[in-house]
């Protein structure tokens, strides 16, 4: 009786959080910039709506069970967290619906109908793709995530059509991936200046950190480019600077895309000399992230990426490739395979464009939200081909 009463004392008066297990929050990203409030509870209510048959198929899948979840280490939470970045635009939209006002008096009905469609189509990708629109949409994701890093849990990001930008350009400039020893030695910073950094210490940083420390600039070709003048005493602020403009690699467990044309404006995802989506892809690869891309095949604006076929591929490291920016300071997945050690890294990158939605073209493109059940089942029956593909072009026979 004793034992029952000192069990029953500890479970009222001991924190819940003591049996809690840590979580993996969902952040589902807006896919278009429509300034409506009808339009942003819409996209709650779809998130809302969608969220729960995805819980229940990640939970439902023994490979998700045992990588993504990490065998019970893990669980997916029951609470969504949308993300709106309609409201960033209202100005661009306000003039954007006068233009279309004016052509209306002269042009067909047809034409004005297609005209309208396109208009606001090619604006949300055209206006996100802009650095000056993008940064502070990114900066407010961050803030988002900020979140939930603090309460040491792990995200998802899912972004559906011009949201799958916003997907993108986060992770590449917020995550990790950046090891400065190479790229100073590779923008061939001095001597001098170099030996007095490496008395600081080189680290693996962001591109967001590099940029806020005035260390380089993001040119539009996708390279950075290093900012000489004050290189010592920015590169002395960088570890200070890396807390509020870097995302910790531990907390991302992976990105989802979908309805994404992110193939049509980011040609380093076909271009395998594209430097930053390369060291993008690695750093996936080698920190237990995955990508899915996910596409129905109705839909006209979702496009496949293109992928190492052999992952070895991309976590190998060219050691006569002057242009690598990823550190090697990891033990590489092959040998950890070699030697029977090969237990937490499974990262991977997998697109699935090929999916029936038996939808009419014109309505495929926002038919994730409507189609539940089979978004769902895509997307974990993605990552288990993925994680499968990963595993198979890794493992090395004794």
């Not at 995955?290 to 496009?303: C, M, Q, S, V, W």
């Not at 060219?318 to 029977?340: P, R």
């Amino acid at each position: 009786m004793r034992i029952f009463l000192l069990l029953l004392t500890i479970i009222v008066f001991f924190p819940t959080t003591v049996f809690a297990k840590d979580q993996i929050k969902l952040i589902y990203i807006h896919g278009t910039n429509d300034n409506n409030y009808e339009k942003k509870l819409e996209f709650r209510e779809n998130v809302n709506k969608l969220h729960p048959y995805l819980v229940k198929e990640f939970n439902k899948s023994e490979k998700v069970k045992k990588y993504l979840l990490q065998n019970g280490k893990y669980t997916i939470s029951p609470s969504p967290l949308p993300f709106y970045w309609g409201d960033q635009s209202k100005n661009d939209l306000n003039l954007l619906a006068d233009w279309l006002d004016i052509t209306k008096f002269f042009s067909p009905k047809l034409a004005q109908s297609v005209r309208s469609m396109l208009a606001h189509t090619l604006h949300d990708a055209i206006w996100i793709q802009k650095y000056n629109n993008m940064k502070p949409v990114v900066d407010k994701l961050h803030k988002l995530t900020s979140i939930v890093v603090k309460k040491e849990d792990k995200y998802i990001i899912l972004g559906h059509s011009a949201g799958s930008f916003i997907t993108i350009e986060y992770i590449l400039y917020k995550l990790p991936m950046i090891d400065t020893k190479l790229f100073l030695q590779k923008e061939k910073l001095s001597e001098e200046k170099l030996n007095e950094i490496e008395k600081i210490g080189y680290r693996t940083t962001c591109i967001d950190a590099l940029i806020d420390s005035g260390i380089a600039i993001f040119k539009k070709d996708n390279t950075l480019m290093l900012e000489k003048e004050n290189i010592v005493n920015n590169y002395a602020n960088l570890a200070e600077i890396e807390k509020t403009s870097c995302t910790p690699l531990n907390n991302v467990a992976g990105i989802i895309t979908f309805g994404s044309p992110i193939a049509l404006f980011y040609s380093g995802f076909s271009d395998s000399s594209d430097l930053m989506i390369k060291s993008l892809q690695r750093c996936l690869a080698k920190n237990n992230m995955f990508f899915l891309n996910i596409n129905f095949a109705e839909d006209p604006l979702g496009f496949p990426i293109m992928v190492e076929d052999n992952y070895t591929n991309i976590i190998k490291y060219d050691n006569s490739s002057e242009e690598i920016y990823v550190s090697n300071n990891q033990t590489d997945l092959l040998e950890q395979n070699k030697t029977n050690e090969f237990q937490t890294k499974y990262g991977f990158v997998y697109d699935k464009s090929n999916i029936r939605s038996n939808k009419f073209v014109a309505s495929a493109h926002t038919a994730y939200w409507t189609k539940r059940k089979l978004f769902s089942k895509s997307v974990v029956k993605a990552y288990e081909e993925g994680i499968s593909t990963f595993l198979d072009s890794i493992i090395i026979s004794p």
